[in-house]
């Protein structure tokens, strides 16, 4: 099993940034992909970003042009360098991890709240 902890995020103000920071542990070995979810209030859950070694990077339009997605292997760590906040950014940030053992599957963090004021 992998397990995801995610931290960084905080209350900023519009035009303001953050660094959120997932770590990756158990068997992460296994992992092929990772990405960042995030979870309006009121809305569904929709991919801000993803990164794999096969496919790059791939972003939302919405994130595209400031945030950043970037993996460090050596220490199991995902981050999400995001600039520009705006409000609509508001919500709750998870991390996923793509994997194979076995079979396929998909898992991820608890969460961290992202609260961008205007």
């Known amino acids: 099993q992998v397990q995801l902890v995610e931290s960084g995020g905080d209350l900023v103000q519009s035009g303001g940034s953050l660094r959120l920071s997932c770590t990756a542990s158990?068997?992460?070995?296994?992992?092929?992909?990772m990405g960042w979810e995030r979870q309006a209030p009121g809305k569904e859950r929709e991919l801000v970003a993803h990164?794999?070694?096969?496919?790059?990077?791939d972003y939302a339009d919405s994130a595209k042009g400031r945030f950043t997605i970037s993996r460090n292997y050596a220490n199991n760590a995902l981050y999400l360098q995001m600039n520009n906040l705006k409000p609509e950014d508001t919500g709750v940030y998870y991390c996923?991890?793509?994997?194979?053992?076995?079979?396929?599957?998909?898992?991820w963090g608890q969460g961290t709240q992202v609260t961008v004021s205007s």
């Open positions: 158990g068997m992460s070995n296994t992992i092929n992909a």
């Open positions: 990164i794999s070694t096969d496919r790059g990077t």
């Open positions: 996923y991890a793509d994997g194979f053992y076995y079979s396929n599957y998909r898992t």
